[in-house]
């Protein structure tokens, strides 16, 4: 079983920035690709970023791409996002999640952190 806790959301101004984290429990977390996702309000939760169990392969959406660097320390077994220049189309709560090798989708989700980003 893995446990995912995010941190690190709040009101930030528009251009400015903030870093999410997201611990984990679990033997086997290292193994797994982690990836962020949002969902704003009335909206469909949507992917972010995501990085292999390596961080040597990561993906962005295109609309934070250049702006947001998703980093991981498998000793830590901790996932983070450092986000740059946030606009207020950013406002939303953000999950952790985790994929398992093999699996179809993400089978294991945070409770999600609020960022709200004023203009």
């Known amino acids: 079983q893995v446990q995912l806790v995010e941190s690190g959301g709040g009101l930030v101004q528009a251009g400015g920035s903030l870093t999410l984290s997201c611990a984990a429990s679990?033997?086997?977390?290292?193994?797994?690709?982690r990836a962020w996702f949002r969902q704003a309000p009335g909206k469909e939760r949507e992917f972010v970023s995501s990085?292999?169990?390596?961080?040597?392969?990561?993906y962005y959406a295109d609309s934070v791409k250049g702006r947001f660097t998703i980093s991981r320390d498998n000793a830590k077994k901790m996932v983070y996002l450092r986000m740059n220049a946030l606009e207020p189309e950013d406002t939303a709560v953000y999950y952790c999640a985790a994929k398992s090798s093999g699996a179809a989708g993400y089978d294991y989700w945070g409770q999600g952190t609020q960022v709200t980003v004023s203009s």
């Open positions: 990085t292999s169990w390596g961080g040597v392969n990561t």
């Open positions: 679990g033997r086997t977390v290292d193994m797994y690709t």
